[in-house]
């Protein structure tokens, strides 16, 4: 087989896994609920500088690989792409034990002469894979001053689209009838039990990666990439979840990171309750704009209609019917399928047909709600939900359905609350603040109307790393980057000059 071959192999691979997820309803959400199929609702996305030099001495005492690895890039893709893969410790504390793959994907600098360096680009999750986004899409996407000066790198993270082995498990993620939202003590204990028998077969189907994929792993390998390309400092563009392991990185190499932009920041500081009530209350305000403005807009399908009353009288009368789908569609698909195409604005217009369609067909909503095994495995080590008993969880159910009242609690703050309930691995990386000191000025984005990560965590994100500057932009919808033109050309002065 030759090299053009065998990368075909590689890529076909990537192809595949997004066809299964589609099949598997496997959204692969940012940590706001972003699913693949923005991209017909995305203009462009942009990342932010992240640098590199020797391990920070705050960083905890963990060797990388002990020479440069030589990469093995082979053309990949029809836009120019070139992929390779890198081996990495399974456990980095044991640099020299077993070892995984992590796969790269490289679009070169189209102007060589202006080169500034390279960019890490990470489209969210937990467990997005970045390949399909440089390799298929990075034309579209990235802006051509970014194609232009610089080298962008997409790295699936461990476990995750072509690294190998795979975060791998049979069984849904979720129960997708209520499971999520226990009205009962029999209820709460079913949950705990369905996680826990999640998280074994989990760990029977991955073996001992499972124990590993944690933010701050995944940090470790893209310095060992950063690493192997050669470089003294890299840049970054991190989107929702993607702005965790942008943080994580500065946090722990200082030094490498020429700048980074994080994108509907995370704060990993709120813990468990507030991931699920702040976002409950976040998506309740986005959907009250978009009911505002579908009936006020004569294009709305629902226009004339109360929207708010529409989509109430469908979670009521669910399970609804819906062609193709003898078990019809439950409350959680409605919403959670809601949610999906709630966090951009460009994709209100669909919204509406669909939940429009929703009372004789809804079998739009039929692949809503399920998740990745990745992003449940690694939701799970970053943002544990922890010891809560019944009576905490049944509180923190009714908080949820307070800020919500209208639009039900179906958001992602609240399925990792509910999913890592009970869950028997134990974090790798749990909750608190990240501390970056020692870096040139990050900008963080946050944007006034998020549904999925509110303007208050970007300003909680801002005050952990010193010397950053939030940049707030004026809209709806989930990160700048996929929503809001005008400050994506700010962020990509930014990355370009280096000046806030």
């Given amino acids: 087989m030759d090299r053009r071959a065998r990368c075909h192999v590689i890529c076909l691979r990537g192809e595949a896994s997004v066809k299964l997820s589609r099949r598997k309803a496997c959204t692969a959400l940012s ?30 005492a963990v ?8 990469l ?4 990949c893709g029809s836009q120019g792409a070139e992929g390779a893969a890198l081996e990495v410790p399974l456990d980095w504390s044991r640099p020299d034990g077993e070892t995984i793959t992590v796969a790269v994907t490289r679009l070169r600098a189209a102007d060589p002469a202006q080169r500034i360096g390279t ?13 399909p986004w440089v390799r298929d899409r990075a034309i579209e996407l990235f802006p051509a001053a970014l194609r232009d000066r610089f080298d962008i790198v997409g790295v699936d993270p461990r476990g995750t689209g072509d690294s190998r082995p795979l975060i791998a498990c049979d069984k849904p993620t ?8 226990p009205a009962t003590r029999a209820e709460y204990d079913r949950l705990i039990a369905y996680n826990r028998s999640f998280a074994e077969e989990c760990r029977r189907a991955t073996g001992p990666l499972i124990d590993h994929v944690d933010t701050v792993s995944s940090a470790r390998d893209f310095d060992a990439v950063r690493q192997a390309l050669g470089e003294q400092r890299v840049s970054w563009l991190g989107l929702s979840y993607g702005t965790v392991l942008t943080a994580t990185y500065a946090e722990l190499f200082p030094e490498r990171v020429r700048a980074a932009v994080l994108d509907g920041p995370l704060d990993r500081s709120i813990g468990s309750r507030a991931l699920a009530s702040d976002d409950a209350a976040a998506a309740e305000d986005a959907f009250g704009l978009f009911a505002d403005w579908c009936e006020s807009e004569p294009g709305c399908a629902l ?4 929207v708010r009353a529409e989509y109430g009288s469908l979670l009521d009368r669910a399970p609804l019917q819906a062609l193709g789908h003898p078990e019809g569609v439950s409350a959680d698909q409605i919403g959670f399928g809601t949610y999906a195409k709630l966090i951009f604005r460009s994709a209100w217009s669909s919204l509406a047909e669909d939940l429009a369609a929703a009372s004789t067909d809804a079998s739009a909503f039929a692949a809503a709600g399920a998740r990745c095994p ?19 969880f049944s509180a923190r159910l009714a908080e949820v359905r307070r800020l919500a ?28 603040p990240i501390r970056v000191t020692g870096t040139p000025p990050l900008l963080v984005v946050a944007g006034t109307h998020d549904p999925a990560t509110p303007l208050h965590w970007g300003e909680g994100v801002a005050s952990q790393i010193d010397g950053s500057e939030l940049l707030v932009w004026d809209g709806v919808g989930h990160t700048a980057f996929l929503n809001h033109p005008p400050t994506v050309d700010r962020a990509v002065d930014y990355l370009i000059t280096g000046r806030v």
Avoid at 43 to 51: E, G, M, P
Avoid at 63 to 70: D, F
Avoid at 72 to 75: A, I, L, Q, T
Avoid at 174 to 181: D, F, K, S, T, V
Wanted: hydrophobic residues 35%; glycine residues 14%.
């Fill in 31 to 60: 940590p706001a609920g972003v699913t693949h199929e923005w991209r017909g609702h995305i203009r462009t996305l942009v990342v932010a500088a992240l640098s590199t030099v020797p391990p920070s001495s705050a960083a905890p």
């Fill in 63 to 70: 060797v990388p690989p002990p020479a440069p690895a030589q």
């Fill in 72 to 75: 093995r890039w082979e053309p």
């Fill in 119 to 131: 960019l890490f680009f990470n489209p969210g999750g937990p467990g997005n894979a970045a390949r």
């Fill in 174 to 181: 979720a129960e997708l009838n209520g499971g999520r939202y």
């Fill in 303 to 306: 226009y004339g209609k109360d």
């Fill in 374 to 392: 990745a992003y449940r495995v690694i939701a799970c080590h970053d943002m544990p939900t922890g010891d809560v008993g019944y009576a905490e």
């Fill in 405 to 432: 009242p209208v639009f039900g609690g179906y958001v992602e703050g609240w399925d990792i609350q509910a999913g890592c309930l009970g869950w028997p691995i134990e974090s790798a990386n749990p909750w608190g």
